[in-house]
């Protein structure tokens, strides 16, 4: 399985890119044992519609187009479900067990998630009550893949 974050804009070099490739990096390397092939971000540039509707369609077209045909999608949006680490691990391990080629977690530009996302997704989820700037979800977005391989795997990096 294949375990990717799909996002619309770019993130540009500094401290928050250095740590997310840091987490995706240890994601990508402990979750070889358990059957993850890789574990990768794809960046799209923002779109520039004239409308927030428009922009938020082509934006999501972007994103299905990035997920793999089968995939488990999981959308982040502020009204979704708020679930533990350990939720989110069972959730790779069910999905792991199930052959799913991909679990792509998507994450909208600055308007949000076009209908087709929210729709298509099999899961919706938020990361807490607070609003996080796109940088900093990305990375504790990468850190909790990491933390849900290492529960996965038994490794003792998450303590209950």
Known sequence: MRLSLL???KMKKGPETDLLERYLDRAEK?????GISSVA???HSESRAASVELRKGEEAKLLVGAAKPGAFI???DEHGKDIGSADLAELARGNMENAVPEMAFVIGGPDGHGQEILQSANLVLRMGKMTWPHQLA???LAEQLYRSITILS???YHRV
């Open 138 to 140: 990305r990375v504790m």
């Open 30 to 34: 402990a979750g070889k044992q358990l």
């Open 74 to 76: 999981i959308a982040l």
């Open 154 to 156: 038994g490794h003792p």
């Open 41 to 43: 971000m794809i960046e």
């Open 7 to 9: 996002a619309i804009g």
